[in-house]
Structure formats: structure tokens, C-alpha cells
């Protein structure tokens, strides 16, 4: 069975500073990773996919991951943070036998000090 | 409409009544999804319909969990016998149908049983 383990249930960041939301995860087989953005009474959105091509992803609003298959690891980094990231995330990993049936993580929940 | 709608926005029922949500995905997805997410965690799946045929429903808790999208479009997620630990938000998603990962989220139903 496939999940996916979010480390960090809340992280703090200064406006302007980087930002690392990390993500594990677990697969018998290569996986389709994805980070979605919940924002406040808010539809999730997907922010980025990797699906076996590079493995450096970048998506919207500045954000990037880096797939690591030797640490098993798809971390969502931004280098500098901006108010509006403020939002819950959440780290899926997807069965694409027949369907799409995608398994979140817990989600970190992002705060921004101005 | 432009994105996934859901109604109503907000239920409160008490425990032992009969409850339906409805979601009207974006126009030409042929495949809609159900997931339920409960305070402090990530959504999980509960169906997933290609078409008018569930493709796959091992994400329904038990037998007073059902969801109907008898034309293909509107999907009707419907609990019996509600009971307290169904108190959840419950996402509805849509996407094209085309193995993409990316599923268009609605804003949630979110239901309270007393």
C-alpha cells in the first residue's frame, strides 16, 4: 500500500525567507507524487506533479519539489515566502492502477510572520 | 459553471437521520471523486465514478454509505442512519479522465451530526 508521511504538521516562516515543507513517502512501485494547497474556504489545488520525468518539479507561485528515490523523499521548497502562502498542504502519492485514487498526507499547515 | 460546485455549503443533522450532498462537477469530467476529511487530517477517498458506473467504492466506510450519478454528471453522495463520527467535510473532485493526477477540488460540504 502506498502513503505518504508530511513531517512537520505546522511550520513558521518570516515573509521573505525560504520555505521547506517536507514529505516522505512509501510505494512498491514508481509513484506519481503531488503537492496540493488548501487555503482558507478554499478548494484543494494542485500546486505540483512529478510523474516519472525530471525530477526536479516546478509549479505554481514559486514553488518547487525534488523527487529523491534514495531517500524516498518529494520536499516542497519556495525561496522566499510570500503572505499569500499562507494555506494547509498536503503531500499526495497517487495508484494509477485503473484509477486515480490519490492518498494525502495529515498536510502542514504553513503560517507567515510578516 | 467554471469549477466544482457543491451544495449545500454547510449541514447540521442530528444522529440517526438521512442525509444527500450534491456535487455538479465541471462540464465534460468524465470522472468524479468523493472524499471525506476530517478535522486535522488529509482527505480520504471514499469513490471514484467513470462515467455513470462507480469504478471503484472500497473507500466507503460501510453500507450506509452510498453515492449515485445516475446521467453522468451530478454526483449524489448519500448517508442513512447518520451518526456522529460521520461529521466530516466531504470533497467532491472532478477531473478529465485522463490519468493526469490533477482532480479539480470543490469547496466541501461540511456535515454535522448532533
Known amino acids: 500500500a502506498q502513503s505518504v508521511t508530511q513531517l512537520d504538521s505546522h511550520v513558521s516562516v518570516s515573509e521573505g525567507t525560504p520555505v521547506l515543507l517536507r514529505c516522505n513517502y512509501s510505494?512498491?512501485?514508481?509513484?506519481?507524487l503531488f503537492w496540493y494547497v488548501q487555503h482558507p474556504n478554499k478548494g484543494l489545488q494542485l500546486l505540483l506533479k512529478?510523474?516519472?520525468?525530471?525530477?526536479l518539479v516546478k509549479g505554481i507561485n514559486g514553488f518547487e519539489a525534488e523527487f529523491k528515490k534514495s531517500e524516498t523523499s518529494f520536499h516542497l521548497t519556495k525561496p522566499s515566502a510570500h503572505m499569500s502562502d499562507a494555506a494547509e498542504y498536503f503531500c499526495?502519492?497517487?495508484?494509477?492502477?485503473?484509477?486515480?485514487?490519490?492518498?494525502f498526507g495529515q498536510g502542514t499547515r504553513l503560517t507567515i510572520n510578516p | 459553471g467554471a469549477g466544482v460546485s457543491q451544495t449545500p455549503s454547510n449541514k447540521v443533522t442530528e444522529k440517526g437521520k438521512y442525509v444527500e450532498l450534491r456535487c455538479d462537477p465541471i462540464?465534460?469530467?468524465?470522472?468524479l471523486y468523493w472524499y471525506r476529511q476530517s478535522l486535522g487530517q488529509g482527505p480520504e477517498f471514499l469513490i471514484y465514478?467513470?462515467?455513470?458506473?462507480?469504478?471503484?467504492d472500497s473507500g466507503l466506510p460501510n453500507d450506509r454509505f452510498f453515492a449515485v450519478r445516475p446521467e453522468g454528471s451530478v454526483s449524489t453522495l448519500k448517508i442513512q442512519r447518520t451518526e456522529r463520527g460521520d461529521s466530516a467535510v466531504y470533497l467532491c473532485?472532478?477531473?478529465?479522465?485522463?490519468?493526469?493526477?490533477?482532480?479539480?477540488f470543490g469547496e466541501g460540504s461540511r456535515l454535522t451530526v448532533l
Open positions: 462540464s465534460g469530467h468524465t470522472a
Open positions: 512529478y510523474t516519472s520525468a525530471a525530477t
Open positions: 473532485a472532478s477531473s478529465s479522465g485522463l490519468n493526469t493526477g490533477e482532480l479539480f
Open positions: 499526495v502519492v497517487s495508484d494509477f492502477k485503473g484509477a486515480q485514487k490519490l492518498v
Open positions: 465514478f467513470q462515467g455513470t458506473g462507480a469504478a471503484d
Open positions: 510505494s512498491s512501485y514508481s509513484p506519481s
